[in-house]
Protein backbone atom coordinates (compact mmCIF):
# COMPACT_ATOMS: atom_id res chain seq x y z
CA UNK A 1 0.00 0.00 0.00
CA UNK A 2 1.37 3.44 -0.83
CA UNK A 3 2.47 5.40 2.86
CA UNK A 4 -0.69 7.99 2.16
CA UNK A 5 -2.77 4.89 2.51
CA UNK A 6 -1.52 4.10 6.05
CA UNK A 7 -2.02 7.99 7.20
CA UNK A 8 -5.99 7.70 5.81
CA UNK A 9 -6.37 4.55 7.75
CA UNK A 10 -4.46 5.83 11.04
CA UNK A 11 -7.37 9.58 10.00
CA UNK A 12 -10.36 6.88 9.55
CA UNK A 13 -9.47 4.84 13.08
CA UNK A 14 -8.73 8.01 15.25
CA UNK A 15 -11.67 9.58 14.25
CA UNK A 16 -13.26 10.05 17.27
CA UNK A 17 -10.51 12.38 19.03
CA UNK A 18 -11.74 14.92 17.35
CA UNK A 19 -13.39 16.22 20.18
CA UNK A 20 -9.66 16.28 22.05
CA UNK A 21 -8.21 19.72 22.23
CA UNK A 22 -4.51 20.23 22.17
CA UNK A 23 -3.84 24.29 23.58
CA UNK A 24 -3.70 26.36 20.74
CA UNK A 25 -3.32 23.52 17.59
CA UNK A 26 -7.09 23.36 18.12
CA UNK A 27 -8.43 19.20 17.49
CA UNK A 28 -6.37 16.09 18.00
CA UNK A 29 -7.72 14.87 15.00
CA UNK A 30 -7.00 17.94 12.85
CA UNK A 31 -2.92 17.29 14.22
CA UNK A 32 -3.47 13.51 12.90
CA UNK A 33 -5.05 14.98 9.66
CA UNK A 34 -1.75 16.53 8.19
CA UNK A 35 0.20 12.74 8.40
CA UNK A 36 -1.90 11.68 4.95
CA UNK A 37 -1.17 14.76 3.94
CA UNK A 38 2.47 14.96 4.29
CA UNK A 39 3.01 11.42 3.26
CA UNK A 40 0.83 11.96 0.40
CA UNK A 41 3.54 14.38 -0.55
CA UNK A 42 6.06 12.10 -0.95
CA UNK A 43 4.95 10.76 -3.96
CA UNK A 44 4.51 14.08 -5.12
CA UNK A 45 5.68 13.33 -8.79
CA UNK A 46 2.79 10.70 -9.13
CA UNK A 47 0.10 13.68 -8.27
CA UNK A 48 -2.40 14.54 -10.56
CA UNK A 49 -5.19 16.73 -9.71
CA UNK A 50 -8.11 14.85 -11.41
CA UNK A 51 -11.49 17.48 -11.52
CA UNK A 52 -14.69 15.66 -10.53
CA UNK A 53 -18.18 17.61 -10.73
CA UNK A 54 -18.36 16.59 -7.14
CA UNK A 55 -15.47 18.77 -6.62
CA UNK A 56 -16.72 21.26 -8.57
CA UNK A 57 -19.84 21.29 -6.69
CA UNK A 58 -18.30 21.92 -2.98
CA UNK A 59 -15.59 24.36 -4.43
CA UNK A 60 -18.27 26.52 -5.40
CA UNK A 61 -19.74 26.12 -1.95
CA UNK A 62 -16.41 27.06 -1.05
CA UNK A 63 -16.08 29.77 -2.72
CA UNK A 64 -19.46 31.38 -1.90
CA UNK A 65 -17.80 31.14 1.62
CA UNK A 66 -14.95 32.94 0.49
CA UNK A 67 -17.18 35.72 -0.94
CA UNK A 68 -19.80 36.40 2.15
CA UNK A 69 -16.74 37.22 4.26
CA UNK A 70 -17.21 40.51 2.44
CA UNK A 71 -21.12 40.82 3.36
CA UNK A 72 -21.05 38.92 6.40
CA UNK A 73 -22.62 40.40 9.59
CA UNK A 74 -19.42 39.23 11.64
CA UNK A 75 -16.33 38.97 9.54
CA UNK A 76 -14.43 37.34 12.39
CA UNK A 77 -16.77 34.87 12.83
CA UNK A 78 -17.01 34.16 8.72
CA UNK A 79 -13.60 34.07 8.30
CA UNK A 80 -12.85 31.51 10.66
CA UNK A 81 -15.66 29.50 9.84
CA UNK A 82 -14.52 29.87 6.23
CA UNK A 83 -10.75 28.85 7.32
CA UNK A 84 -12.59 25.53 8.95
CA UNK A 85 -14.03 24.78 6.05
CA UNK A 86 -11.23 25.17 3.75
CA UNK A 87 -9.34 22.87 5.96
CA UNK A 88 -11.93 20.00 5.32
CA UNK A 89 -12.29 20.20 1.40
CA UNK A 90 -8.50 21.00 1.51
CA UNK A 91 -8.26 17.56 3.05
CA UNK A 92 -11.19 15.82 1.28
CA UNK A 93 -10.00 16.92 -2.39
CA UNK A 94 -6.32 16.77 -2.12
CA UNK A 95 -6.26 13.08 -0.74
CA UNK A 96 -9.33 11.79 -2.61
CA UNK A 97 -8.76 13.51 -5.79
CA UNK A 98 -5.03 13.86 -6.27
CA UNK A 99 -4.47 9.88 -5.72
CA UNK A 100 -5.64 6.65 -7.36
CA UNK A 101 -5.97 3.73 -4.94
CA UNK A 102 -6.40 0.29 -5.73
CA UNK A 103 -8.92 -1.70 -4.45
CA UNK A 104 -6.93 -3.59 -2.04
CA UNK A 105 -5.83 0.23 -0.63
CA UNK A 106 -10.11 1.29 -0.60
CA UNK A 107 -10.93 -2.14 1.22
CA UNK A 108 -7.95 -0.94 3.86
CA UNK A 109 -9.91 2.89 4.55
CA UNK A 110 -13.27 0.84 4.85
CA UNK A 111 -12.04 -1.04 7.27
CA UNK A 112 -9.99 1.31 9.36
CA UNK A 113 -13.84 3.50 9.26
CA UNK A 114 -15.71 0.19 10.62
CA UNK A 115 -12.18 -0.69 13.47
CA UNK A 116 -12.57 3.44 13.55
CA UNK A 117 -16.02 2.74 14.77
CA UNK A 118 -15.43 0.03 17.04
CA UNK A 119 -12.99 2.23 18.63
CA UNK A 120 -15.20 4.73 19.35
CA UNK A 121 -17.49 2.64 21.19
CA UNK A 122 -14.84 1.08 23.26
CA UNK A 123 -13.53 4.60 24.32
CA UNK A 124 -16.81 5.57 25.58
CA UNK A 125 -17.51 2.58 27.14
CA UNK A 126 -13.93 2.74 29.19
CA UNK A 127 -13.53 6.79 29.45
CA UNK A 128 -17.38 7.37 29.97
CA UNK A 129 -18.94 10.79 30.84
CA UNK A 130 -22.79 10.70 31.98
CA UNK A 131 -22.90 14.63 33.14
CA UNK A 132 -25.51 15.38 30.57
CA UNK A 133 -28.30 13.33 33.43
CA UNK A 134 -27.01 10.13 32.55
CA UNK A 135 -26.85 10.27 28.95
CA UNK A 136 -23.53 8.47 27.37
CA UNK A 137 -20.49 9.94 26.07
CA UNK A 138 -16.71 10.33 25.65
CA UNK A 139 -14.71 12.42 27.74
CA UNK A 140 -11.20 12.67 26.75
CA UNK A 141 -8.96 14.59 29.51
CA UNK A 142 -11.13 18.05 29.76
CA UNK A 143 -13.09 17.37 26.47
CA UNK A 144 -16.36 15.93 25.99
CA UNK A 145 -17.80 14.88 22.43
CA UNK A 146 -21.66 15.75 22.49
CA UNK A 147 -24.11 13.01 23.00
CA UNK A 148 -25.74 13.49 19.51
CA UNK A 149 -22.55 13.68 17.54
CA UNK A 150 -20.75 10.79 18.99
CA UNK A 151 -22.88 8.52 17.14
CA UNK A 152 -21.90 9.53 13.39
CA UNK A 153 -18.42 8.17 14.16
CA UNK A 154 -19.78 4.41 14.67
CA UNK A 155 -22.99 4.91 12.21
CA UNK A 156 -20.60 3.09 9.11
CA UNK A 157 -19.86 0.37 11.95
CA UNK A 158 -23.39 -0.32 12.02
CA UNK A 159 -24.22 0.46 8.71
CA UNK A 160 -21.23 -2.63 7.58
CA UNK A 161 -22.93 -5.29 10.49
CA UNK A 162 -26.14 -4.36 9.47
CA UNK A 163 -25.95 -4.88 5.79
CA UNK A 164 -24.09 -8.40 5.94
CA UNK A 165 -26.71 -9.33 8.55
CA UNK A 166 -29.35 -8.74 5.66
CA UNK A 167 -26.77 -9.95 3.04
CA UNK A 168 -25.83 -13.36 4.31
CA UNK A 169 -27.62 -13.82 7.68
CA UNK A 170 -24.68 -14.32 9.97
CA UNK A 171 -25.71 -13.89 13.77
CA UNK A 172 -22.50 -12.70 14.53
CA UNK A 173 -23.26 -9.58 12.70
CA UNK A 174 -26.65 -9.07 14.20
CA UNK A 175 -25.30 -9.16 17.47
CA UNK A 176 -22.61 -6.66 16.92
CA UNK A 177 -25.95 -4.19 15.04
CA UNK A 178 -27.68 -4.99 17.98
CA UNK A 179 -24.96 -3.95 20.58
CA UNK A 180 -24.46 -0.70 18.51
CA UNK A 181 -28.51 -0.09 18.85
CA UNK A 182 -28.11 -0.49 22.96
CA UNK A 183 -24.98 2.12 22.53
CA UNK A 184 -26.34 5.06 20.66
CA UNK A 185 -29.99 4.29 23.04
CA UNK A 186 -27.45 5.30 26.08
CA UNK A 187 -26.52 8.19 24.61
CA UNK A 188 -30.05 9.47 24.69
CA UNK A 189 -30.32 10.84 21.52
CA UNK A 190 -33.28 10.59 19.54
CA UNK A 191 -31.97 12.70 16.45
CA UNK A 192 -29.02 9.76 16.42
CA UNK A 193 -31.56 6.94 16.54
CA UNK A 194 -33.63 8.47 13.50
CA UNK A 195 -30.66 8.28 11.57
CA UNK A 196 -29.84 4.88 12.59
CA UNK A 197 -33.20 3.85 11.77
CA UNK A 198 -32.69 5.52 8.17
CA UNK A 199 -29.46 3.65 7.84
CA UNK A 200 -31.60 -0.02 8.77
CA UNK A 201 -34.22 1.03 6.22
CA UNK A 202 -31.84 1.64 3.15
CA UNK A 203 -30.62 -1.44 3.87
CA UNK A 204 -34.21 -2.88 4.06
CA UNK A 205 -34.46 -0.96 0.74
CA UNK A 206 -31.43 -2.23 -0.76
CA UNK A 207 -32.23 -6.22 -0.11
CA UNK A 208 -35.62 -6.01 -1.54
CA UNK A 209 -33.75 -4.06 -4.81
CA UNK A 210 -31.15 -7.02 -5.00
CA UNK A 211 -33.31 -10.12 -4.03
CA UNK A 212 -36.42 -11.56 -5.78
CA UNK A 213 -37.35 -13.50 -2.66
CA UNK A 214 -39.42 -11.19 -1.45
CA UNK A 215 -41.39 -12.68 0.95
CA UNK A 216 -38.56 -14.33 2.87
CA UNK A 217 -37.78 -10.82 3.04
CA UNK A 218 -40.87 -9.43 4.19
CA UNK A 219 -40.46 -12.41 6.90
CA UNK A 220 -37.47 -11.23 7.54
CA UNK A 221 -38.14 -7.06 7.97
CA UNK A 222 -40.58 -8.19 10.18
CA UNK A 223 -38.79 -10.30 12.58
CA UNK A 224 -36.04 -7.37 12.39
CA UNK A 225 -38.46 -4.93 13.51
CA UNK A 226 -39.94 -6.78 15.98
CA UNK A 227 -36.58 -7.91 17.59
CA UNK A 228 -35.54 -3.90 17.70
CA UNK A 229 -38.81 -3.22 19.48
CA UNK A 230 -38.00 -5.82 21.86
CA UNK A 231 -34.57 -4.83 22.36
CA UNK A 232 -35.96 -1.30 22.66
CA UNK A 233 -37.94 -1.87 25.95
CA UNK A 234 -35.44 -4.21 27.41
CA UNK A 235 -32.76 -1.44 27.14
CA UNK A 236 -35.31 1.65 28.02
CA UNK A 237 -35.96 -0.45 31.02
CA UNK A 238 -32.27 -0.65 32.70
CA UNK A 239 -31.67 3.28 31.71
CA UNK A 240 -31.48 6.17 33.71
CA UNK A 241 -35.25 7.35 34.71
CA UNK A 242 -33.23 10.96 33.10
CA UNK A 243 -32.29 8.67 29.58
CA UNK A 244 -35.50 6.54 29.22
CA UNK A 245 -37.98 9.19 29.47
CA UNK A 246 -36.74 10.77 26.30
CA UNK A 247 -38.02 8.06 24.50
CA UNK A 248 -41.30 8.65 25.62
CA UNK A 249 -44.36 9.69 23.73
CA UNK A 250 -45.32 11.68 27.06
CA UNK A 251 -41.59 13.37 27.18
CA UNK A 252 -42.26 14.07 23.60
CA UNK A 253 -45.38 15.76 23.24
CA UNK A 254 -44.60 17.85 25.97
CA UNK A 255 -41.41 19.01 25.30
CA UNK A 256 -40.86 18.06 21.23
CA UNK A 257 -37.99 18.56 19.94
CA UNK A 258 -36.34 20.35 23.00
CA UNK A 259 -36.48 23.66 21.28
CA UNK A 260 -35.44 22.67 17.52
CA UNK A 261 -38.67 23.23 16.17
CA UNK A 262 -38.54 27.16 18.20
CA UNK A 263 -35.29 27.18 16.47
CA UNK A 264 -36.37 26.54 12.78
CA UNK A 265 -39.15 28.82 13.19
CA UNK A 266 -37.55 31.84 14.19
CA UNK A 267 -34.84 31.69 11.68
CA UNK A 268 -36.85 30.55 8.93
CA UNK A 269 -39.33 33.82 10.31
CA UNK A 270 -36.32 35.73 10.10
CA UNK A 271 -35.43 34.24 6.99
CA UNK A 272 -38.69 35.03 5.39
CA UNK A 273 -38.22 38.92 6.17
CA UNK A 274 -34.25 39.00 4.01
CA UNK A 275 -33.77 41.35 1.65
CA UNK A 276 -33.27 39.37 -1.72
CA UNK A 277 -29.90 39.48 -1.93
CA UNK A 278 -29.58 37.85 1.80
CA UNK A 279 -32.28 35.18 0.59
CA UNK A 280 -30.12 33.97 -2.29
CA UNK A 281 -26.62 34.77 -0.48
CA UNK A 282 -27.08 34.54 3.21
CA UNK A 283 -25.87 36.57 6.18
CA UNK A 284 -22.26 35.62 5.95
CA UNK A 285 -20.73 31.60 6.54
CA UNK A 286 -20.84 30.48 10.21
CA UNK A 287 -23.44 33.58 11.00
CA UNK A 288 -25.83 31.62 12.08
CA UNK A 289 -25.62 32.43 16.19
CA UNK A 290 -25.84 35.88 15.68
CA UNK A 291 -28.85 35.87 13.18
CA UNK A 292 -31.02 33.50 15.46
CA UNK A 293 -33.13 35.61 17.82
CA UNK A 294 -33.77 32.68 19.58
CA UNK A 295 -31.13 33.01 22.65
CA UNK A 296 -28.41 32.59 19.77
CA UNK A 297 -28.33 28.73 19.38
CA UNK A 298 -27.34 26.89 16.45
CA UNK A 299 -30.10 25.89 13.95
CA UNK A 300 -29.73 22.30 14.51
CA UNK A 301 -30.01 21.55 11.14
CA UNK A 302 -27.82 21.72 8.47
CA UNK A 303 -30.53 23.18 5.92
CA UNK A 304 -31.38 26.02 7.81
CA UNK A 305 -28.01 26.81 8.72
CA UNK A 306 -26.66 26.87 4.92
CA UNK A 307 -29.90 28.54 4.43
CA UNK A 308 -29.38 31.58 6.76
CA UNK A 309 -25.56 31.74 6.15
CA UNK A 310 -25.14 31.11 2.22
CA UNK A 311 -28.97 31.81 0.96
CA UNK A 312 -30.54 29.60 -1.34
CA UNK A 313 -27.54 29.25 -3.52
CA UNK A 314 -25.67 27.62 -0.87
CA UNK A 315 -28.61 25.52 1.01
CA UNK A 316 -29.34 23.96 -3.17
CA UNK A 317 -25.20 23.32 -3.46
CA UNK A 318 -25.44 21.17 -0.49
CA UNK A 319 -28.26 19.39 -1.59
CA UNK A 320 -26.64 18.74 -5.08
CA UNK A 321 -23.81 17.57 -3.07
CA UNK A 322 -25.26 14.68 -1.04
CA UNK A 323 -27.54 13.96 -3.85
CA UNK A 324 -24.12 12.98 -5.94
CA UNK A 325 -22.52 11.49 -2.74
CA UNK A 326 -25.57 9.00 -2.45
CA UNK A 327 -25.64 8.47 -6.17
CA UNK A 328 -22.15 7.54 -6.79
CA UNK A 329 -22.29 5.45 -3.63
CA UNK A 330 -25.80 3.68 -4.65
CA UNK A 331 -23.65 3.37 -8.62
CA UNK A 332 -20.68 1.46 -7.25
CA UNK A 333 -23.18 -0.93 -5.23
CA UNK A 334 -21.19 0.45 -1.92
CA UNK A 335 -23.93 -0.43 -0.23
CA UNK A 336 -22.68 0.06 3.36
CA UNK A 337 -21.27 3.35 3.20
CA UNK A 338 -24.63 4.40 1.19
CA UNK A 339 -26.96 3.28 4.06
CA UNK A 340 -24.29 5.46 6.08
CA UNK A 341 -24.71 8.42 4.38
CA UNK A 342 -28.47 8.24 4.30
CA UNK A 343 -28.04 8.28 8.27
CA UNK A 344 -25.89 11.03 8.21
CA UNK A 345 -28.07 13.17 6.07
CA UNK A 346 -31.24 12.52 8.69
CA UNK A 347 -28.73 13.36 11.38
CA UNK A 348 -28.70 16.78 9.26
CA UNK A 349 -32.11 17.44 10.04
CA UNK A 350 -31.67 18.15 13.57
CA UNK A 351 -27.86 19.01 13.84
CA UNK A 352 -25.89 21.70 12.58
CA UNK A 353 -22.92 19.14 10.89
CA UNK A 354 -21.04 21.91 8.75
CA UNK A 355 -17.72 20.45 10.01
CA UNK A 356 -18.52 16.97 10.86
CA UNK A 357 -16.30 14.48 10.35
CA UNK A 358 -17.95 11.43 9.42
CA UNK A 359 -19.74 13.34 6.75
CA UNK A 360 -16.58 14.33 5.40
CA UNK A 361 -14.86 11.14 5.85
CA UNK A 362 -17.63 9.14 3.68
CA UNK A 363 -17.39 12.33 1.30
CA UNK A 364 -13.34 11.30 0.45
CA UNK A 365 -14.35 7.89 0.40
CA UNK A 366 -16.95 8.52 -2.27
CA UNK A 367 -14.28 10.62 -4.52
CA UNK A 368 -11.60 7.77 -4.27
CA UNK A 369 -13.78 5.39 -5.07
CA UNK A 370 -15.35 6.71 -7.85
CA UNK A 371 -12.43 8.22 -9.18
CA UNK A 372 -9.91 5.22 -9.03
CA UNK A 373 -12.39 2.99 -10.54
CA UNK A 374 -13.33 4.77 -13.17
CA UNK A 375 -9.05 5.41 -13.41
CA UNK A 376 -8.79 1.13 -13.40
CA UNK A 377 -11.65 0.41 -15.84
CA UNK A 378 -10.21 3.14 -18.28
CA UNK A 379 -6.78 1.07 -17.97
CA UNK A 380 -4.92 4.29 -17.20
CA UNK A 381 -4.02 2.49 -14.01
CA UNK A 382 -1.95 -0.94 -14.25
CA UNK A 383 -3.48 -2.12 -10.83
CA UNK A 384 -6.36 -4.93 -10.10
CA UNK A 385 -9.30 -5.46 -11.94
CA UNK A 386 -12.25 -3.49 -11.65
CA UNK A 387 -14.18 -6.14 -9.53
Known amino acids: ?137 LRLGESIQDQNYINGFFLYTFSHHAGCFFENRKKRHLLSAVFIFVIVLMTGSRGALLAFMMTAFAHICITFRNSRHFLRNILLTVVVMLLAGVIFDIVLSFLPEAVAVRYSWDYIAEKGTTGRTRIWSTLL ?39 ITLGIVGAVLQVIS ?3 VARLLLKHREYGLFAAYIGMIGMCMSLSLVSYKPIWNVMLLTLAIDISRKERASGNEEQEPLP
Not at 34 to 47: H, Q
Not at 59 to 86: E, P, Q
Open 269 to 307: DHFSRDSIGRMLFGHGFGTCRLVNTFKGYVAHNLYIDNL
Open 322 to 324: QFM
Open 1 to 137: MKPVVYGLCLYFVLSATDCFRIGSLGSFLKVISMIPAMLMLLDIKRLCLRIHPLFVVNYIVGLLAVVSIFFSVDVDVTFSAVLTLGLNLLLVFSLGSFESYTKHELDAMKQSMLLGGWITIILMLFMSDYTASGRLS
